[in-house]
Antibody, heavy 118, light 107 residues
């Protein structure tokens, strides 16, 4: 069965960096686009970034553009999110998400909490 | 950026009732719209994609319709486990956006 397991969350000071990882299993990882979606405490869902199947294309939401970098390693079935210049408003649960062949989000990880606070 | 507006923000209903949730896009997204259900402490679950296709394992009481800018999610007869937050989401090229959500609560 499909599994997506995030790691790397924690408490970080404003302006610092953090790297999230997601390990995927149960499907052919290299044949699907992958995303990060986040949810601030008590708030709605916000799409963060997408990386293409081969890792050659990346796109970002406006609020993280220029600060976050999404990447993937198809040899290790892993997805990553490098987060720089973190702000308090980046505090959220970050979900690793697989898209289906119709480009919608069919599998989600359990999420990892990132707290940006001094 | 395509903005999705969901209405209403909150609905109070009883089990057995029929409910229709609305999602309006700021520009046409064709049929590139999905609906998700999220319960407290859980990740979202895909219900409907392509505006009207039920995802794997989703009960037939859930149905989606619409195209262009106006979409609806209908639950024909509410079960106790359906009380949750519902989000719509669109696909435009590489970009994705979500609506702000509709909370379905027990009356």
């Amino acid at each position: 069965q499909v599994q997506l397991v995030e790691s790397g969350g924690g408490v970080v000071q404003p302006g610092r960096s953090l790297r999230l990882s997601c390990t995927a299993s149960g499907f052919n990882f290299r044949t699907y686009g992958m995303h990060w979606v986040r949810q601030a405490p008590g708030k709605g869902l916000e799409w963060v970034a997408i990386v293409s199947r081969d890792g050659g294309s990346q796109y970002y939401g406006d609020s993280v553009k220029g600060r976050f970098t999404i990447s993937r390693d198809n040899s290790k079935n892993t997805l990553s999110l490098q987060m720089n210049s973190l702000r308090p408003e980046d505090t959220a649960v970050y979900y690793c998400v697989k898209e289906n062949s119709e480009y919608f989000f069919d599998y989600w990880g359990l999420g990892t909490l990132v707290t940006v606070s001094s | 950026e395509v903005v999705l507006t969901q209405s209403p923000a909150t609905l109070s209903l009883s089990p057995g009732e029929r409910v229709t949730l609305s999602c309006r896009a700021s520009q046409s997204v064709g049929s590139s719209l999905a609906w998700y259900q999220q319960k407290p402490g859980q990740a979202p679950r895909l219900l409907i994609y392509g505006a009207s296709y039920r995802a794997t394992g989703i009960p037939a009481r859930f149905s989606g319709s619409g195209s262009g800018t106006d979409f609806t999610l209908t639950i024909s007869s509410l079960e106790p486990e359906d009380f949750a937050v519902y989000y719509c989401q669109q696909v435009t090229g590489w970009l994705r956006t979500f609506g702000q959500g509709t909370k379905l609560e027990i009356k």
